[in-house]
């Protein structure tokens, strides 16, 4: 499988000078699959972009999209990934139990009128709910797609897939807490994640940020550090900067992460995400 990252943010998109390196737009990442199909995973700002090159690529568009959970985000980018205009598109939609109604929302909001020019009903791709995942695992060309809840306010899930002899594992907006939520212990997501070949995890959080920022749903780069060194990951992907983080300051804490791996005598391989980046398994 081969991966790509289109959005690496949180919380809000933050183009500018000071995220060119790692990148300005939110949650957004492309996968695809020995098989050659598309799998993507989370619709932030990064969807759009993306849309832009699977057009260039080809006229017919079908893929799976999975969503996390539907804080903004996560789904605001929906709207402007243009496949979605397009009739010879079909996109078909699984993940957290909610992510259907959350990317219906973006269109068709109650709580006021004239958000979006455009109802979602109104789009010409063909778009389908599978629910699949809410009840087991999820096959795709031989590719397994496993999923584990978050640690976050109002829900979500993190994604393992497995091609093959490689795992890949991907867990955004999740809170490593010791008072942790039912299935929701570091300990589970240790064993979620063991032996995996790649681990995206979110890291928005420096060891001293989160002391005061406990229960929003986000995990400092230490204590993902820990629970990787402890499922035996062979790479860590440090995800989700935070939108006040600069690239030198991103660059700092991947530093300070590599530095732990050092004092722990630990072979894994650590990476800040960059937008735009690609990997190979």
């Known amino acids: 499988m081969r991966i790509k990252f289109w959005g690496t943010r949180g919380s809000i998109a933050v183009p500018g000078e000071d995220t060119i390196l790692y990148g300005g737009n939110t949650t957004c990442l492309e996968m695809t699959l020995q098989s050659g ?10 969807i759009r972009p993306l849309g832009d090159k699977l057009l260039a690529e080809n006229d017919k568009i079908e893929i799976y999209l999975l969503i996390t959970h539907i804080h903004w985000d ?20 699984d993940g957290h139990a909610s992510c259907i109604t959350g990317l219906r929302t973006t269109f068709d909001n109650k ?14 791709a063909d778009i389908s ?17 496993e999923t584990i809840p978050l640690q976050h306010p109002q ?24 008072d942790a939520w039912e299935g929701r212990s570091r300990e589970e997501y240790a064993k979620f994640c063991k032996d995996a070949d790649i681990l995206v995890h979110d890291s928005q959080y420096t060891t001293q940020e989160i002391k005061e920022r406990q229960g929003w749903g986000h995990s400092d780069y230490q204590t993902t550090f820990d629970m990787a060194h402890k499922a035996d990951v062979k790479k860590l992907i440090l ?22 791996a050092k004092k722990r005598d630990s072979s894994m391989i650590i990476e800040a995400a960059k937008e735009n980046s690609e990997i190979e398994l």
Do not use: M, Q, W
């Open 37 to 46: 199909r598309t799998v993507i995973i989370d619709a932030g700002t990064g």
């Open 74 to 93: 996560h789904v605001l980018g929906f709207p402007f990934f243009d496949p979605i205009y397009r009739a010879s598109t079909k996109i078909v939609v």
């Open 111 to 124: 709580r006021g009128d004239g958000f979006f020019p455009i109802k979602f009903d109104d789009l010409d």
């Open 129 to 145: 709910y599978l629910d699949k995942l809410s009840s087991g695992v999820l096959e795709i060309d031989g590719t397994t797609i």
């Open 155 to 178: 829900g979500g899930v993190g994604f393992k897939f497995r091609e093959g002899n490689k795992t890949f594992v991907f867990i955004t907006d999740n809170e490593l807490k010791k």
């Open 239 to 260: 995800f989700h900067h935070d939108p006040s983080r600069t690239d030198p300051e991103v660059k700092a804490i991947e530093v300070l992460c590599k530095d732990l």
